[in-house]
């Protein structure tokens, strides 16, 4: 009997270590949802008019294969700013992952800023942009889609700045980093 509980209980362990400890991006956002120091959103592809602008074949595709943004914002204040470095170490692990490929990074006069994709070559499923400002805080911007093809990202933006979309329903987070 005592045999059978240490195998088990060996099992057990191993079972647990071989779990990876590293929390999702999905993760990450569900349980920041409920912090009052978060902003969260989604915001369909729907609202940015793209169905109505006049687009090449390419951009068509490249439209076709978005579904929506996930947005995920954290505003720093005189009050949170330890909370703010726990915060951001923590998507940064979670970002430092492998399974997330870097496109590039940025340095803009707001700060700096990730672009990272989950997928291969062919067919990114995710891209994710992370923005910080050590003064404002950071974003998370999740876009997520079907199979896009990284050669038509490109051709994404060009279609956004094609159609009409003035940034209708991304005013809250325009108005968290404001002041």
Known sequence: ??????????????????C?????????????SENPNFLSFDVP???????????T??????VASLRKLN???????DK???????????VKAILGNSDYTE??????????????????????????IYGSSDEKGFAL????GDDMNPAHLVQLIQAVQKSDFKGEGLEKIGDLFKG
Do not use: H
């Not at 592809?45 to 687009?55: F, R, V």
């Open 80 to 90: 949170n700013g330890a909370e703010y470095e726990v915060e951001k170490t923590k």
């Open 1 to 18: 009997m005592k045999e059978i509980y240490r195998l088990l209980t060996v099992f057990i362990l191993i079972t647990l270590t071989a």
């Open 71 to 77: 947005i995920l914002a954290f505003k720093k204040s």
């Open 141 to 144: 911007i999740r876009v997520l």
């Open 45 to 55: 592809t729907s609202i940015m008019n793209l169905e109505e602008a006049n687009l």
């Open 103 to 128: 496109l590039m990074k940025m340095n803009t006069e707001y700060g700096k800023a990730t672009v990272k994709y989950l997928g291969d070559d062919a067919a990114i499923d995710e891209v994710i």
């Open 57 to 62: 074949p390419t951009e068509k595709d490249a």
């Open 20 to 32: 990876s400890s590293t929390q999702s991006l999905q993760e990450y956002y569900v349980d920041s």
